[in-house]
């Protein structure tokens, strides 16, 4: 269960030795009798091979290593200290032939503890291997976790001798070994995937058909429930929050509150053991692997959130933990005029030295590990931009993208960046290279602004809507680039965007002063929940509206987990903190009738999206005539049914046009066939208050307009109209209209 008590120590875990002198071993002293064998240097990290464990460790400024083994979870000092004299190539390696899957270790290294020259060598401190498979005992806090001494008026210049070994994390040595069976990654093209953001606890916690044991966990998400809503929804795709061992900050425990969101790595390939179900922390990793193959089986691939940029050890006054104590001025980009601090791009305290060849390779390590052992079909790279500057400036040939796109295995799968950090330079939107997919935050802002009903946006609409050409199509690449969302884990979700005009973050303790400020939000005249059945139902129709618009737009659109159910956190649009039922899903306020409906409108949006072949285009429209007709691939039309012209797109009160999708001639698919599909016409209004009478165009003769459907309405409506005719699009509402037979309407 992952609500039993962090202190408690963890089961199962400890020396494993073999041979008729086990026990003597195990009572040994440090520096006692286990044999040693030189080892090699590579690969970095603990490799068993059956016969014994290979350790290997980078620390390219340090003077001695010794590794520590430890008996169990709850051992307060190792019970043995073993030295690594042996170096190659700035590496430190000895090989264990006694060693097993299960046993805990950790490392002292030795070397100068000079912060003003980046250096930060503490022997007193136990530290986590950077190349660790598992941590099988979490951060106990203690001021002993510091390299300095806590208090001290020196501050960081300062130097700690007490002893962490009782409080430290410990990683673990992992058997690899998987029965994977059939499972083959579903490898769904990006112009066809729909993503879905959740959170490992937080979609399974409160899910009533998902066993009590197995809520909050990989399990969870692996039980059939779970998996059986996925499929009915039509995702083709989760994208997991991070995964990775993350860290408890001090901070947040000392006030009773949790680091929820996970954007604080520790161990880059260890899976968040907080997430298994089984107290046996070496079950995480097979969970894990359990819940990608239960998942590819459905036909969803898993993206995996994650945190390159910087560490959970923080700024200068932060604990040494692992990086830190092994290596600073190797792991971290530091200030070039005065190494005691740290260059921070992340606004996290720290970033990690990308610059350095060796922690590229852990990184790059860590990414194929995920792909090749773990199975996992993408990542999402958080403030990518980070990763990709070379010196201070962003350059997005740097060292970083350049292997990933040589990589024969990274680059065969999903690469999604979040295409910012908190640098000079750093919002990169539009600038990431080819084989990038990006989240487009100007997508978001002005697909809010739009139905907020704003004025002055429509051109800049029309261009969202058809897949951002202007930032993605002068560098070759195509819609697919363009990862579409409105919401997301960080900031409001969808109730609470037409809910709230203010963030609403008391829980947070911080005097309402964290997130955001610039939401594009609007209450509909309530602040938050109201009975107010007018109220109501504005809100559900822009809700309807903007998921629409959404899921239809040119790009990979991307849910946020629970937008469908209506799920709300009170307001809160910084709630990287609330492990609770504020981020868990409401499942129960999932079954009121007006969040069934929306449940049910949204899996028809997304069965109409996957019917539709021109929703989902590998090109940019080009505007011009196709296939030898006189039409152009896409027309956007006045109410009267006239085209727009310039002046018209500029106006600040046009908030109401309609376009038309041409579905001939569409594509071709791998084999070379020709893929068309019907042509679609899609009415926008934005005014909050009058309705538009709009003359339907005229497209093919003797063919009527279908309609699929009006966000006015919660129901679909299939009715038909003549071309020509008049449809009343009402206000803050979305009409979807298909040529062709009433028949065959998806």
């Given at each position: 269960m992952t609500d039993r008590d962090p202190d408690k120590p963890i089961i199962g875990l400890g020396k494993r030795l073999r041979g008729p002198r086990s026990r003597e071993r195990r009572l040994g002293t440090l520096g006692g009798a286990r044999r040693a064998w030189p080892g090699k240097p590579y690969p970095l990290g603990a490799a068993w091979d059956g016969r014994g464990v290979n350790f290997a460790l980078y620390a390219e400024h340090a003077t001695q290593v010794e590794l520590c083994l430890f008996d169990s979870a709850a051992a307060d000092r190792e019970a043995e200290r073993i030295p690594m004299?042996?170096?190659?190539?700035?590496?430190?390696?000895?090989?264990?032939?006694?060693?097993?899957?299960g046993q805990l270790y950790g490392y002292r290294v030795h070397g100068p503890y000079e912060p003003q020259q980046g250096h930060r060598f503490n022997p007193h401190k136990v530290l986590l291997d950077p190349y660790a498979k598992l941590v099988g005992r979490r951060t106990h806090w203690d001021d002993s976790l510091f390299g300095y001494t806590i208090g001290s008026a020196d501050e960081d210049l300062s130097f700690d001798e007490r002893d962490s070994a009782a409080h430290a994390p410990l990683a673990a040595v992992i058997d690899p070994a998987f029965t994977w069976g059939d499972d083959r990654p579903p490898k769904t093209p990006m112009h066809k995937t729909i993503l879905y953001e959740l959170h490992v606890r937080g979609f399974t916690k409160l899910h009533p058909k998902i066993p009590e044991?197995?809520?909050?966990?990989?399990?969870?998400?692996?039980?059939?429930?779970?998996?059986?809503?996925?499929?009915?929804l039509g995702i083709t795709a989760v994208e997991l929050l991070p995964v990775h061992h993350f860290l408890?900050?001090?901070?947040?425990?000392?006030?009773?509150?949790?680091?929820?969101?996970?954007?604080?790595?520790?161990?880059?390939?260890?899976?968040?053991?907080?997430?298994?179900?089984?107290?046996?922390?070496?079950?995480?990793?097979?969970?894990?692997?359990?819940?990608?193959?239960?998942?590819?089986?459905?036909?969803?691939?898993?993206?995996?959130?994650?945190?390159?940029?910087?560490?959970?050890?923080g700024n200068h006054l932060g604990p040494t933990l692992s990086f830190r104590g092994i290596d600073n001025a190797a792991y971290y980009r530091l200030v070039p005029d005065s190494p005691q601090y740290y260059m921070d791009y992340t606004g996290c305290g720290n970033t990690l030295n990308v610059m350095n060849p060796r922690v590229l390779q852990l990184i790059m390590d860590s990414l194929r590990y995920w792909i090749l052992e773990m199975h996992v079909d993408g990542f999402r790279f958080d403030l990518a931009s980070a990763l990709a500057r070379e010196l201070h400036a962003v350059d997005k040939l740097g060292a970083f993208f350049d292997i990933i796109h040589q990589d024969p295995v990274i680059s065969q799968v999903k690469?999604?960046?979040?295409?910012?950090d908190l640098g000079e330079g750093g919002y990169m939107v539009g600038n990431f290279p080819t084989q990038w997919s990006e989240w487009n935050g100007k997508y978001r802002d002005c697909v809010r602004s739009f139905w907020k009903g704003d004025g002055g946006v429509v051109s800049e609409f029309a261009t969202r809507f058809c897949g951002s050409s202007d930032l993605y199509a002068w560098s070759g690449r195509k819609p697919r680039a363009s990862v579409n969302f409105v919401t997301c884990h960080d900031g409001f979700t969808l109730e609470d965007l037409v809910s709230y005009d203010s963030k609403h973050n008391e829980a947070n303790g911080e005097g309402n002063r964290d997130g955001a400020d610039h939401n594009i939000s609007w209450n509909c005249g309530v602040e938050g929940p109201t009975n107010n059945r007018k109220i109501l139902a504005l809100r559900d129709r822009k809700k309807r509206s903007i998921l629409a618009t959404l899921i239809f737009s040119q790009g990979v659109p991307m849910l946020l987990a629970g937008d469908e159910i209506g799920h709300s956190q009170g307001g809160n649009n910084n709630a990287y903190c609330q492990d609770n039922e504020t981020t868990w899903l409401n499942w129960t306020a999932g079954k009121q009738k007006r969040n069934r409906q929306l449940l049910d409108f949204v899996r028809q949006l997304i069965e109409i999206f996957r019917s539709q072949p021109v929703f989902h285009r590998r090109k940019f429209f080009s505007g011009r005539a196709i296939g030898g007709s006189e039409a152009a691939d896409i027309a956007w039309v006045n109410p009267d049914g006239t085209e727009m012209n310039d002046q018209q797109w500029n106006a600040p009160h046009i908030r109401c046009f309609g376009v038309v999708?041409?579905?001939?001639?569409?594509?071709?698919?791998?084999?070379?066939?020709?893929?068309?599909?019907?042509?679609l016409l899609i009415l926008f209004n934005g005014d909050h208050e009058l309705t538009i009478p709009f003359t339907l165009p005229s497209i093919e003769e003797n063919l009527p307009w279908q309609r699929l459907i009006d966000t006015f309405e919660p129901e679909v409506l299939k009715d038909e109209f003549a071309g020509g005719s008049v449809y009343e699009l009402r206000s803050c509402s979305m009409a979807v209209f298909r040529t062709g037979s009433e028949a065959d309407i998806p």
């Amino acid at each position: 269960m992952t609500d039993r008590d962090p202190d408690k120590p963890i089961i199962g875990l400890g020396k494993r030795l073999r041979g008729p002198r086990s026990r003597e071993r195990r009572l040994g002293t440090l520096g006692g009798a286990r044999r040693a064998w030189p080892g090699k240097p590579y690969p970095l990290g603990a490799a068993w091979d059956g016969r014994g464990v290979n350790f290997a460790l980078y620390a390219e400024h340090a003077t001695q290593v010794e590794l520590c083994l430890f008996d169990s979870a709850a051992a307060d000092r190792e019970a043995e200290r073993i030295p690594m004299p042996e170096q190659s190539d700035m590496v430190w390696h000895v090989f264990l032939p006694d060693a097993a899957p299960g046993q805990l270790y950790g490392y002292r290294v030795h070397g100068p503890y000079e912060p003003q020259q980046g250096h930060r060598f503490n022997p007193h401190k136990v530290l986590l291997d950077p190349y660790a498979k598992l941590v099988g005992r979490r951060t106990h806090w203690d001021d002993s976790l510091f390299g300095y001494t806590i208090g001290s008026a020196d501050e960081d210049l300062s130097f700690d001798e007490r002893d962490s070994a009782a409080h430290a994390p410990l990683a673990a040595v992992i058997d690899p070994a998987f029965t994977w069976g059939d499972d083959r990654p579903p490898k769904t093209p990006m112009h066809k995937t729909i993503l879905y953001e959740l959170h490992v606890r937080g979609f399974t916690k409160l899910h009533p058909k998902i066993p009590e044991n197995l809520r909050g966990t990989y399990a969870g998400l692996a039980s059939a429930p779970a998996i059986r809503y996925l499929k009915s929804l039509g995702i083709t795709a989760v994208e997991l929050l991070p995964v990775h061992h993350f860290l408890q900050d001090r901070h947040l425990v000392d006030r009773n509150l949790a680091n929820y969101w996970g954007y604080n790595t520790l161990g880059f390939f260890a899976p968040q053991i907080a997430y298994a179900a089984s107290d046996f922390p070496l079950d995480a990793v097979r969970e894990f692997k359990m819940m990608v193959r239960n998942l590819h089986a459905a036909g969803i691939e898993v993206i995996v959130d994650v945190v390159y940029n910087h560490t959970a050890e923080g700024n200068h006054l932060g604990p040494t933990l692992s990086f830190r104590g092994i290596d600073n001025a190797a792991y971290y980009r530091l200030v070039p005029d005065s190494p005691q601090y740290y260059m921070d791009y992340t606004g996290c305290g720290n970033t990690l030295n990308v610059m350095n060849p060796r922690v590229l390779q852990l990184i790059m390590d860590s990414l194929r590990y995920w792909i090749l052992e773990m199975h996992v079909d993408g990542f999402r790279f958080d403030l990518a931009s980070a990763l990709a500057r070379e010196l201070h400036a962003v350059d997005k040939l740097g060292a970083f993208f350049d292997i990933i796109h040589q990589d024969p295995v990274i680059s065969q799968v999903k690469l999604i960046a979040e295409p910012w950090d908190l640098g000079e330079g750093g919002y990169m939107v539009g600038n990431f290279p080819t084989q990038w997919s990006e989240w487009n935050g100007k997508y978001r802002d002005c697909v809010r602004s739009f139905w907020k009903g704003d004025g002055g946006v429509v051109s800049e609409f029309a261009t969202r809507f058809c897949g951002s050409s202007d930032l993605y199509a002068w560098s070759g690449r195509k819609p697919r680039a363009s990862v579409n969302f409105v919401t997301c884990h960080d900031g409001f979700t969808l109730e609470d965007l037409v809910s709230y005009d203010s963030k609403h973050n008391e829980a947070n303790g911080e005097g309402n002063r964290d997130g955001a400020d610039h939401n594009i939000s609007w209450n509909c005249g309530v602040e938050g929940p109201t009975n107010n059945r007018k109220i109501l139902a504005l809100r559900d129709r822009k809700k309807r509206s903007i998921l629409a618009t959404l899921i239809f737009s040119q790009g990979v659109p991307m849910l946020l987990a629970g937008d469908e159910i209506g799920h709300s956190q009170g307001g809160n649009n910084n709630a990287y903190c609330q492990d609770n039922e504020t981020t868990w899903l409401n499942w129960t306020a999932g079954k009121q009738k007006r969040n069934r409906q929306l449940l049910d409108f949204v899996r028809q949006l997304i069965e109409i999206f996957r019917s539709q072949p021109v929703f989902h285009r590998r090109k940019f429209f080009s505007g011009r005539a196709i296939g030898g007709s006189e039409a152009a691939d896409i027309a956007w039309v006045n109410p009267d049914g006239t085209e727009m012209n310039d002046q018209q797109w500029n106006a600040p009160h046009i908030r109401c046009f309609g376009v038309v999708l041409f579905g001939d001639s569409i594509d071709v698919d791998e084999e070379g066939e020709e893929i068309s599909g019907d042509t679609l016409l899609i009415l926008f209004n934005g005014d909050h208050e009058l309705t538009i009478p709009f003359t339907l165009p005229s497209i093919e003769e003797n063919l009527p307009w279908q309609r699929l459907i009006d966000t006015f309405e919660p129901e679909v409506l299939k009715d038909e109209f003549a071309g020509g005719s008049v449809y009343e699009l009402r206000s803050c509402s979305m009409a979807v209209f298909r040529t062709g037979s009433e028949a065959d309407i998806p």
